[in-house]
């Protein structure tokens, strides 16, 4: 092909493709994404307009004419004008739609009323801005809801009080296009119904309620109405126009309560039974099934009952009951019968006896005892009370209070005896009640050990305690039987002296220490009397002894010197502890270096006269320092140990650190040397001892960061050449 030929074929296929773009101005498509619904429904609805391919203007206008359906808003554009005269037109300026490109236009709306289902034409005419226009049909359908909504429910029911507030509603459904009204359509039909007039002349009054999520009601004041029957009906209607009617409906006004009474038994009667039917009457001037309680003691009994004449039995004892009856008809009115009460009687009184098993004798036997009758009551000339004793005889006795109290000697003859008490009901039903006792001889034990404490520690050395002890009975008869006895080591029975009634033994005693209890027992048939005594063994207070935890033990060999005191007698307290309440200090006098601690053991006290103080040693009783005619014959006491000075020492001694010392020769720099240590000494114990420690502190502080003697030329030089 030579390249003239493939130009003109490349010529005629763009010629091809540019024919129809050079004649066609646009061309528009219309969609909408509408589906079908019911009539009066609202629905949103978008129009799009598509500018095709191959157009050669924007469309900057598009009217819709829109019909079937009530436009309730139009969805502003930006850019775009929107008029809405007969039809809908959109225009802009701005924001034509050029080819290839589409725009959404939405309407808010509402379906018109159909009498069947029906379709719509919307013409869309879109406009370039070349000035030409392309018609357009968009179909839209609308449903027709051919059924009346559906009523599920209705109120009131078959009872109503009438009161001012009485709430009428119906419930119905229509998913279709919803509810749209309802009415109460109301009658007083009592009389209607009472002369058997035909229901067709009933003469009903129309209301309307308001319908709220498939209910809808009214509350209605009834109170002016009249007791008796009401007629009522609803009407339902749908949006669609549609209307469902309820039957014919009937409620009763009622304000008037069941009526009750009691039939049987009558109020207050005795009864001899075991089971007691309760006869009662219930009634309602409308309602024919009634629920009742029959209250017994308290007790509510359910019956459900639609008879005028009903029984109820109840198990019964002895005993008063109080019953009474209430009923509740439909519309929650109660009526309550007056409460009767009857009184079950079917044996004796109630007799209970409490005495004490056994009883000594010598005191007075205690009876407690309570007679009841539940039914008629107790006849209280009928009780009567005795006691039998071991041969039979009969002693009658007085019931005080509910109590009965029997006086016995110790004479009297031990063994069982017999409570019996009598007593009958108002009826005269009668109860015998006994009860028996026993009446013992005593006897009383004496006991006693020597000694009450023991020291046994010493190895293999057995000790004996002495127990001793008498018997006798109580009437002052002495047993001639024997008396055993539990023992610390061993237990043995030993013989009662018939004459005295006295008893002993030898209680080996354990090397084990604690306390330790030792016991007589007498057996006297079936009782047994005892008696016990304790001993204490191994280390105790008053052993003479000092046992580990005691201080001393009787007497003491301490002196009030040894606890700080310069004068008395130190004691030892029953609690084996140191007493120091006799010991003292005398009160001191006089100023100057004539004064000693109380740590030294000496005091202060004048003597010679009362001016002049003295010093003296209250271990010793020496004067050690006064006056100075006494000095002399006082110092050569050579049992002073403690001294201020070499003077208080006596002959041959010197002072040394408070203490008196052999005196010693001292000679050349000693005495310097020992002079100038005791005036250091001495300086240093008039010192506080935590500013002692201060100064050595900043002593070696000052020492070790600043107080060095500075290199000069002679030390460089003698580090030079090495001299020391």
């Given at each position: 092909?030579?390249?003239?030929?493939?130009?003109?074929?490349?010529?005629?296929?763009?010629?091809?493709?540019?024919?129809?773009?050079?004649?066609?101005?646009?061309s528009?498509?219309?969609?909408?994404?509408?589906?079908?619904?019911?009539e009066?429904?609202?629905?949103?609805?978008?129009?799009?307009?598509?500018?095709?391919?191959?157009s050669?203007?924007?469309?900057?206008?598009?009217?819709?004419?829109?019909?079937?359906?009530?436009?309730?808003?139009?969805?502003?554009?930006?850019g775009?004008?929107?008029?809405?005269?007969?039809?809908?037109?959109?225009?802009?300026?701005?924001?034509?739609?050029?080819?290839?490109?589409?725009?959404?236009?939405?309407?808010?709306?509402?379906?018109?009323?159909?009498?069947?289902?029906?379709?719509?034409?919307?013409?869309?005419?879109?406009?370039?801005?070349?000035?030409?226009?392309?018609?357009?049909?968009?179909?839209l359908?609308?449903?027709?809801?051919a059924?009346?909504?559906?009523?599920?429910?209705?109120?009131?029911?078959?009872f109503?009080?009438?009161?001012?507030?009485?709430?009428?509603?119906?419930?119905?459904?229509d998913?279709?296009?919803?509810?749209?009204?309802?009415n109460?359509?109301?009658?007083?039909?009592?009389?209607?119904?009472?002369?058997?007039?035909?229901?067709s002349?009933?003469v009903?009054?129309?209301?309307?309620?308001?319908?709220t999520?498939?209910?809808?009601?009214?509350?209605?004041?009834?109170?002016?109405?009249?007791?008796?029957?009401?007629?009522?009906?609803?009407?339902?209607?749908?949006?669609?126009?549609?209307?469902?009617?309820?039957?014919?409906?009937?409620?009763?006004?009622?304000?008037?309560?069941?009526?009750?009474?009691?039939?049987?038994?009558?109020?207050?009667?005795?009864?001899?039974?075991?089971?007691?039917?309760?006869?009662?009457?219930?009634?309602?001037?409308?309602?024919?099934?009634?629920?009742?309680?029959?209250?017994?003691?308290?007790?509510?009994?359910?019956?459900?009952?639609?008879?005028?004449?009903?029984?109820?039995?109840?198990?019964?004892?002895?005993?008063?009951y109080?019953?009474?009856?209430?009923?509740?008809?439909?519309?929650?009115?109660?009526?309550?019968?007056?409460?009767?009460t009857?009184?079950?009687?079917?044996q004796?009184?109630?007799?209970?006896?409490v005495v004490?098993?056994?009883?000594?004798?010598?005191?007075?036997?205690?009876?407690?005892?309570?007679?009841?009758?539940?039914?008629?009551?107790?006849?209280?000339?009928?009780?009567?009370?005795?006691?039998?004793?071991?041969?039979?005889?009969?002693?009658s006795?007085?019931?005080?209070?509910?109590?009965?109290?029997?006086?016995?000697?110790?004479?009297?003859?031990?063994?069982?005896?017999?409570?019996?008490?009598?007593?009958?009901?108002?009826?005269?039903?009668?109860?015998?009640?006994?009860?028996?006792?026993?009446?013992?001889?005593?006897?009383?034990?004496?006991?006693?050990?020597?000694?009450?404490?023991?020291?046994?520690?010493?190895?293999?050395?057995?000790?004996?305690?002495?127990?001793?002890?008498?018997?006798?009975?109580?009437?002052?008869?002495?047993?001639?039987?024997?008396?055993?006895?539990i023992?610390?080591?061993?237990?043995?029975?030993?013989?009662?002296?018939?004459?005295?009634?006295?008893?002993?033994?030898?209680?080996?005693?354990?090397?084990?220490?604690?306390?330790?209890?030792?016991?007589?027992?007498?057996?006297?048939?079936?009782?047994i009397?005892?008696?016990?005594?304790?001993?204490?063994?191994?280390?105790?207070?008053?052993?003479?002894?000092?046992?580990?935890?005691?201080?001393?033990?009787?007497?003491?060999?301490?002196?009030?010197?040894?606890y700080?005191?310069?004068?008395?007698?130190?004691?030892?307290?029953?609690?084996?502890?140191?007493?120091?309440?006799?010991?003292?200090?005398?009160?001191?006098?006089?100023?100057?270096?004539?004064?000693?601690?109380?740590?030294?053991?000496?005091?202060?006290?004048?003597?010679?006269?009362?001016?002049?103080?003295?010093?003296?040693?209250?271990?010793?009783?020496?004067?050690?320092?006064?006056?100075?005619?006494?000095?002399?014959?006082?110092?050569?006491?050579?049992?002073?140990?403690?001294?201020?000075?070499?003077?208080?020492?006596?002959?041959?001694?010197?002072?040394?650190?408070?203490?008196?010392?052999?005196?010693?020769?001292?000679?050349?720099?000693?005495?310097?040397?020992?002079?100038?240590?005791?005036?250091?000494?001495?300086?240093?114990?008039?010192?506080?001892?935590?500013?002692?420690?201060?100064?050595?502190?900043?002593?070696?502080?000052?020492?070790?960061?600043?107080?060095?003697?500075?290199?000069?030329?002679?030390?460089?030089?003698?580090?030079?050449?090495?001299?020391?």
């Amino acid at each position: 092909m030579t390249p003239r030929k493939r130009g003109l074929d490349i010529l005629v296929v763009l010629s091809l493709l540019l024919v129809p773009i050079a004649f066609a101005t646009h061309s528009a498509t219309i969609t909408t994404t509408y589906t079908p619904l019911y009539e009066t429904n609202p629905v949103n609805i978008t129009i799009k307009v598509d500018n095709g391919l191959f157009s050669s203007a924007s469309i900057n206008n598009v009217n819709i004419q829109t019909s079937g359906f009530s436009i309730q808003s139009i969805v502003p554009l930006v850019g775009w004008t929107i008029t809405n005269n007969n039809s809908i037109n959109f225009l802009t300026l701005t924001d034509a739609i050029s080819n290839w490109g589409s725009q959404n236009f939405g309407f808010s709306a509402l379906a018109q009323n159909v009498n069947q289902n029906t379709s719509f034409n919307w013409a869309v005419t879109t406009t370039d801005t070349a000035g030409d226009s392309q018609a357009n049909v968009v179909q839209l359908q609308i449903l027709n809801d051919a059924t009346p909504p559906s009523i599920t429910g209705t109120m009131p029911g078959l009872f109503i009080s009438g009161n001012n507030n009485e709430l009428f509603s119906v419930d119905a459904n229509d998913p279709e296009t919803g509810i749209a009204s309802s009415n109460l359509h109301l009658s007083n039909c009592d009389l209607i119904f009472n002369n058997a007039t035909n229901s067709s002349s009933i003469v009903y009054s129309t209301i309307s309620l308001s319908c709220t999520n498939g209910v809808c009601s009214s509350a209605q004041d009834l109170s002016s109405w009249n007791e008796g029957d009401m007629c009522f009906y609803y009407d339902v209607s749908n949006k669609g126009g549609e209307t469902a009617l309820t039957n014919n409906l009937t409620t009763i006004i009622d304000r008037t309560p069941p009526s009750t009474a009691l039939v049987a038994p009558a109020n207050n009667v005795l009864l001899n039974a075991t089971s007691v039917d309760l006869q009662f009457t219930a009634q309602d001037n409308y309602d024919t099934q009634l629920d009742c309680n029959v209250v017994v003691n308290g007790n509510a009994n359910s019956v459900a009952t639609s008879q005028i004449n009903n029984t109820y039995a109840i198990p019964v004892i002895d005993g008063t009951y109080a019953w009474s009856v209430s009923c509740t008809d439909d519309v929650g009115l109660t009526g309550t019968s007056p409460t009767n009460t009857f009184t079950v009687d079917n044996q004796g009184p109630n007799i209970t006896i409490v005495v004490p098993a056994v009883n000594d004798r010598g005191s007075n036997v205690v009876i407690d005892t309570t007679i009841t009758d539940a039914g008629s009551g107790v006849n209280q000339g009928s009780i009567a009370a005795e006691i039998i004793d071991i041969n039979s005889n009969v002693t009658s006795v007085t019931i005080s209070n509910w109590q009965i109290t029997y006086p016995t000697t110790t004479a009297t003859i031990p063994g069982t005896y017999t409570i019996r008490i009598t007593a009958q009901d108002n009826l005269g039903y009668a109860t015998i009640q006994t009860a028996q006792f026993r009446i013992r001889e005593t006897y009383n034990i004496a006991l006693a050990i020597n000694p009450v404490k023991i020291d046994a520690s010493t190895p293999n050395l057995t000790l004996y305690a002495n127990l001793t002890g008498t018997i006798v009975r109580d009437d002052g008869a002495i047993p001639s039987n024997t008396i055993d006895l539990i023992e610390i080591v061993q237990n043995e029975t030993v013989t009662i002296d018939n004459q005295t009634g006295a008893f002993q033994a030898q209680i080996e005693i354990p090397q084990t220490t604690g306390g330790f209890t030792i016991t007589a027992s007498y057996t006297n048939g079936i009782d047994i009397f005892t008696a016990t005594t304790a001993i204490a063994v191994g280390p105790y207070c008053g052993n003479g002894v000092v046992d580990v935890g005691e201080q001393c033990d009787g007497s003491t060999i301490a002196t009030c010197s040894s606890y700080g005191y310069s004068q008395g007698t130190v004691s030892c307290t029953a609690a084996c502890t140191i007493s120091t309440n006799q010991c003292s200090n005398p009160p001191q006098s006089g100023s100057g270096s004539s004064k000693r601690s109380r740590s030294s053991n000496f005091v202060v006290q004048n003597i010679v006269t009362p001016a002049i103080p003295v010093v003296t040693d209250t271990e010793s009783s020496g004067i050690i320092e006064g006056p100075q005619q006494l000095q002399a014959t006082e110092i050569n006491n050579s049992t002073i140990s403690e001294c201020l000075k070499d003077g208080d020492c006596g002959n041959g001694k010197q002072c040394n650190n408070g203490k008196c010392e052999k005196a010693q020769t001292r000679k050349g720099s000693s005495i310097g040397i020992g002079a100038g240590w005791s005036i250091f000494t001495n300086i240093a114990r008039s010192l506080n001892r935590n500013l002692i420690i201060s100064l050595l502190v900043i002593g070696a502080l000052l020492y070790i960061f600043g107080f060095r003697k500075k290199e000069d030329e002679w030390d460089r030089y003698f580090k030079r050449f090495k001299h020391n």
